[in-house]
C-alpha cells in the first residue's frame, strides 16, 4: 500500500529533512511518496503576499484564504485526500491518530506560520472533505512545518516495509497504554554502572516481569494520566504491586 503525502507550505525546505535517512529510504523505496509546495507559488502579486492584518484586532498576521484556497484546490485536484492542519488549537496527535492515518491513500498538510490560517479555508474544506485541526503538544510553535515532520515520522514509520524490524502495532510503545522502560546494551559494566542482573538471567519470565514492573514504576512516576486511562483490565494483580 503506498501513501502520497502533500505538503505545502511557504518554507519548503524547511521540509528537506523528510527526504533523509529512513523516511528518504521510505520514498526511494516507492513506499511512500511526498511532494512539497509552496505556498508563494499560488499569489498573484508582485510582494507575493499570504498574510494580512487579523479582522477584530490582534497581534501578529493571519494567512488569506485565497491564496490557500489556490493551493489546496490544485494539490487536492490530484484525488480525494484528508486534510491535516497543525495549530496549538487542535485535537492532540497521538499514537492512535497515527495508526489511523497511515491507513490513508492520501494526507495533504497545509502549514500555517503567523497566527495560523484564515478559519474559513478548514471551514470551506471540512465540507467536502476529512480535515483534522491537530496539536503535536502543549507548547506553541511558529509554523506548521515542525509538527508535520513529527507527524509524518510517525505515521510514515508504520507503514510495511519501512521499518527494519516491523514492529507490530500492539508491541509498539504506547501500545500497551504503558511508557517503554529502560534499554540496555553492552558493555555489562560501564562507568561503574552495571547493566541489571536479570536482564542476563536468561529467564524469560522473570525479564518480561521485570521489564513491565520498570514501565509501570516509570509510568506512575512520569505520566499518571495514562496510568489512569488505562481499561480495568489492563493491571493484573503482579501489576498493582505499583
Ligand atoms: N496557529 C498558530 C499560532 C497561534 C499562536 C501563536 C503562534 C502560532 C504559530 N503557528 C502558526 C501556524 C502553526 C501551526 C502549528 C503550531 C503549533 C502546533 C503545536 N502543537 N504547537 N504549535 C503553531 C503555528
Known sequence: RRVRID???????????????????????????????????????????????????????VMRPQVWGEALDAVLAAGPARLVVPTPAGRPFTQATAQAWAGEERLVFACGRYE????????????RMPVDEVSIGDYVLVGGEVAVMVMVEAVVRLLPGVLGNPVSAQEDSFSDGLLEGPAYTRPVSWRGLDVPEVLRSGNHAAIARWRRDRALERTAARRPDLLDALPEDALDRADRAF
Open 7 to 61: 505538503v505545502v507550505t511557504i518554507f519548503p525546505g524547511y521540509l528537506a529533512p523528510l527526504r533523509e535517512a529512513l523516511l528518504g529510504r521510505a520514498i526511494e523505496a516507492g513506499l511512500v511518496e511526498l511532494g512539497v509546495h509552496d505556498l508563494r507559488d499560488w499569489t498573484h502579486d508582485v510582494h507575493q503576499a499570504v498574510d494580512d492584518s487579523p479582522y477584530g484586532g490582534g497581534p501578529g498576521m
Open 116 to 127: 495560523g490560517i484564515d478559519q474559513r479555508v478548514v471551514d470551506s474544506y471540512a465540507a
